[in-house]
């Protein structure tokens, strides 16, 4: 058994581990897929627009570079680019070529290929609609005629050079860039600090940018724009540069569809959804069912109690436990989950998957907090996964209830400060028991029982009291009750 760390210690101490990445990944997939439909759109067309924001960067930087280094030139390029999928992570938006990777939860029985397919699709119209948003305004600001014209030039010729792929390039291009927009996503999976997030997406992204891997929701904007600057730009803009307009007939609608944005899709899908997420997926889900490995599926420890009795020693978790719990998915509608706690008189239940792995918590709790943050105005479509907490305390079935109830009741940290070594590290003159009664302890009321990582049962508080109720009846026969410093 291992000790569970909170996300606050896993920032401070250290990072997470190739197989607790894919636990955070898990996690990433199902609130993908678990958010409504509004929140979904909202946040891609954001996504659409910062990746257009992003390439106005990249071409402002490598504009009027004629005599600098191909290379280096374009690494300028690259770099400036990742700031589009910088401001996605921050930002929490949702871009198609990362929402891919919610095929992990297609993976784990989570969700059906249907709703996986319409997740997809609502992203991708949103990356679409803030892309054009961008192009509008880019064409209304006559940003195309910067640098005499040359940045408007560079944009054709960027835009015209992704249309002159054969099919099986472009696809291939796309395999290759969302390879690496994939693993930059999966890189910010290790740490929960902002920064470290922003610094591991920078070079996946300079490396596909300058490599002139393809990018479906970068080429939405890119291409699009050329199609206005050749088709829309003033006489004057042509004469200034020298340049015949008709060297960019080529930049139309109907070619940009069929010979790049439909292939690199695809290519996106599989480099990203496949070769990242399902491969991932392979490769370690299987040692996250194991026991010793960290994440939410591991009971937390309990230490053995400092008070013990003879009648409590070989009382058990297992025993007590409500062995047919009532059990939440994530895809459950929130007015749904709500009915069915109120109905039942529960203050919270687990929320797990197909396989009966506990993926989060949903609390009434956690619904009245949504709807203060909602203004009373919910969404009626909004599903929990959306609103459970993801970190989850659970509790080994083997565990004795004399040590379940001291870790419910006691903050050791608080009653005994002393330091790794055993030296005190602050000094009251409380005695013990004045001391455990002021410190404040803030556990759960119900906690989920696992056996092998799996959900048997669940154990509330008031279980552990009634379990612990005979005592006082047996207190007097029993002087033998000493604490165990």
Excluded at 271 to 288: E, H, M, P, S, T
Excluded at 395 to 408: G, H, Q, R, S
Aim: one cysteine or more; charged letters at 15%; aromatic letters at 8%.
């Amino acid at each position: 058994m291992t000790t569970a760390y909170s996300d606050h210690d896993f920032v401070s101490v250290k990072g997470f581990s190739a197989s607790e990445m894919m636990t955070e990944a898990e996690r990433y997939a199902l609130k993908k897929i678990s958010k409504r439909s509004g929140a979904t759109i909202s946040l891609a067309i954001l996504a659409g627009a910062f990746i257009g924001l992003a390439f106005l960067f990249y071409t402002t930087v490598t504009t009027g570079n004629d005599g600098a280094s191909w290379g280096l030139n374009r690494l300028a390029g690259g770099f400036a680019f990742s700031m589009g999928l910088i401001l996605i992570v921050i930002f929490e938006g949702e871009l198609f070529t990362s929402t891919v990777l919610s095929s992990i939860s297609w993976a784990n029985n989570q969700v059906g290929i249907g709703k996986l397919l319409s997740t997809w699709a609502k992203v991708y119209f949103g990356n679409f609609l803030g892309a054009m948003l961008v192009v509008l305004l880019v064409s209304a600001a006559g940003m195309y005629q910067l640098d005499g014209g040359q940045w408007g030039l560079n944009v054709l010729n960027i835009a015209q050079h992704k249309l002159h792929h054969t099919w099986l390039e472009a696809f291939t291009l796309g395999v290759l860039c969302n390879i690496l927009v994939c693993t930059a996503i999966w890189l910010t999976f290790c740490s929960a600090n902002p920064i470290v997030k922003a610094v591991m997406t920078m070079l996946p992204v300079a490396m596909f940018v300058s490599s002139g891997f393809e990018h479906s929701i970068a080429n939405m904007f890119m291409v699009p724009l050329g199609i206005v600057v050749a088709n829309f730009s003033p006489e004057s803009f042509w004469a200034g540069l020298g340049v015949n307009a008709s060297q960019y007939a080529d930049l139309t609608i109907n070619h940009f569809l069929v010979n790049n944005l439909v292939p690199v899709t695809l290519g996106n899908i599989v480099g990203g959804a496949v070769l990242v997420g399902l491969a991932n997926w392979g490769i370690y889900r299987k040692q996250l069912l194991q026991p010793e490995m960290l994440s939410i599926n591991v009971p937390v420890t309990i230490n053995k109690a400092s008070k013990d009795t003879i009648m409590m020693n070989n009382l058990k978790v297992k025993d007590l436990m409500n062995k047919s719990p009532i059990v939440l998915k994530a895809s459950d509608r929130t007015s749904d989950a709500i009915d069915i706690l109120l109905a039942h008189n529960l203050t919270g239940a687990p929320v797990c998957d197909s396989q009966q792995f506990v993926v989060g918590f949903f609390s009434v709790h956690d619904a009245m907090v949504n709807l203060w943050c909602e203004d009373y105005l919910p969404d009626s479509k909004q599903c929990i996964g959306e609103l459970m907490r993801d970190e989850v305390t659970a509790l080994n079935c083997e565990e004795t209830i004399i040590d379940v109830a001291e870790f419910l009741v006691m903050d050791k940290e608080k009653v005994f400060p002393v330091s790794s070594m055993g030296i005190a590290t602050s000094f009251s003159s409380l005695s013990l028991k004045d001391r455990v009664k002021e410190a404040k302890v803030s556990k759960p009321h119900i906690l989920p029982v696992l056996e092998h990582g799996k959900l048997v049962g669940v154990i509330s508080r008031s279980d552990v009291l009634q379990a612990l109720r005979p005592l006082y009846d047996n207190s007097v026969e029993q002087p033998h009750l000493a604490e165990v410093m």
